[in-house]
């Protein structure tokens, strides 16, 4: 991906907006609340905000099949079919194995997930598997798929599977690429450690990483902003 029109082009949609008159900040609830969504019938943890962001990335991506997006953390599929809606001929790889936020006697998620990519035109543009990240990102080059422009990693955010969700990707990555870390906001009510756990890994890089924006939240749910808070971060490969 050629990174820096990706990062030029999104710039208004990151720019962060906390003062305004009380009858601004009404009329502008209402209208987040109310567009915006491109999938509102699919269940998600995601603000519109965090959707578009995530769309951009994907259409930035090249249109000869070189590269590719890839999801960790993907639910009911509300990330994943934003992103890729009005995106065609883009491959996308994803993978969740459900172990939070289902079922354990009766899961379900995975059959909603498959139904809801149908219902959007999807499935044959996703490869998706039902496993931990750590056994896709360790069978990439088995499944001889495409380096990975854009990533977007929501899977586990305890400090150790997000320093894996950055470490071990690393080499998948195209020479340049762009990668979304959600749940960057730490607090009692997210208790997630996206921030060290990243920050870890890219210190230990030999490449070049740039944390590009952090997107706010003021608290986890939060539709207006980004949810429970967004990380942007360039990717450069450097010469060995």
């Not at 990707?169 to 996206?194: F, K």
């Given at each position: 991906m050629e990174t820096s029109s990706f990062f030029e082009d999104i710039l208004p949609l990151t720019q962060v907006r906390t003062r305004f008159p009380l009858v601004k900040k009404i009329l502008r609830r209402i209208r987040v609340l109310s567009s915006g969504d491109p999938c509102p019938d699919v269940i998600g943890m995601a603000s519109p905000k965090k959707l578009q962001l995530l769309n951009k990335a994907v259409a930035f991506l090249p249109k000869d099949g070189s590269e590719c997006y890839l999801e960790v953390g993907t639910f009911q599929g509300k990330s994943l079919i934003a992103a890729l809606l009005d995106n065609p001929g883009v491959m996308a790889v994803a993978c969740d194995d459900f172990s939070l936020f289902d079922d354990p006697v009766f899961p379900k998620n995975l059959e909603i997930l498959r139904?809801?990519?149908?219902?959007?035109?999807?499935?044959?543009?996703?490869?998706?598997?039902?496993c931990d990240f750590r056994e896709l990102l360790s069978s990439w080059q088995h499944h001889q798929f495409p380096r990975v422009g854009a990533y977007f990693y929501d899977g586990a955010h305890d400090e150790q599977s997000q320093y894996l969700g950055i470490r071990l990707?690393?080499?998948?990555?195209?020479?340049?690429?762009?990668?979304?870390?959600?749940?960057?906001?730490?607090?009692?009510?997210?208790?997630?450690?996206?921030?060290a756990g990243t920050k870890r890994a890219i210190a230990q890089s030999k490449n070049k990483w740039s944390l590009e924006h952090v997107l706010p939240a003021r608290f986890n749910g939060d539709l207006e902003q980004w949810w429970n808070g967004v990380a942007v971060l360039s990717f450069r490969r450097m010469d060995n």
């Open positions: 139904k809801n990519l149908a219902q959007y035109g999807l499935s044959e543009q996703v490869r998706f598997f039902d990707v690393e080499s998948l990555l195209a020479d340049q690429a762009v990668v979304i870390v959600d749940d960057w906001r730490y607090a009692d009510d997210s208790q997630s450690y996206a921030e």
